[in-house]
């Protein structure tokens, strides 16, 4: 069975930096496109960031491009979402997913979702 726990979330300022971490275990997601979503109070689950395994290349939501930085560790099977200059409204829960296609990761279009860590920015 494939986990997927997120972790690394916390309390934080505004203006601040977090960096999130999600190992992969049950399976190898090396071939994958890797991502990172969030869910904030009151809303629909969001696209963040994704990377790509062949090439690495990545993509991110204008929300949060030029704050934010997806990584990933194949040998670890781990994604990395660093996240700098924090705002009050990156708060939420945030999940990291994947699947083969770019399109299916930037869609949200996944079944089964793990474990998510809550980010909280204070103002």
């Known amino acids: 069975q494939v986990q997927l726990v997120a972790s690394g979330g916390g309390l934080v300022q505004a203006g601040g930096s977090l960096q999130l971490s999600c190992p992969a275990s049950g399976r190898s997601f090396s071939s994958y496109t890797m991502g990172w979503f969030r869910q904030a109070p009151g809303k629909e689950r969001e696209f963040v960031a994704a990377i790509t395994w062949s090439s690495g290349n990545t993509y991110y939501a204008d929300s949060v491009k030029g704050r934010f930085t997806i990584s990933r560790d194949n040998a670890k099977n781990t994604v990395y979402l660093q996240m700098n200059s924090l705002k009050p409204e990156d708060t939420a829960v945030y999940y990291c997913?994947?699947?083969?296609?770019?399109?299916?990761?930037?869609?949200?279009?996944?079944?089964?979702w793990g474990q998510g860590t809550l980010v909280t920015v204070s103002s």
């Open positions: 997913n994947g699947a083969p296609r770019l399109s299916t990761v930037v869609a949200g279009n996944l079944k089964v």
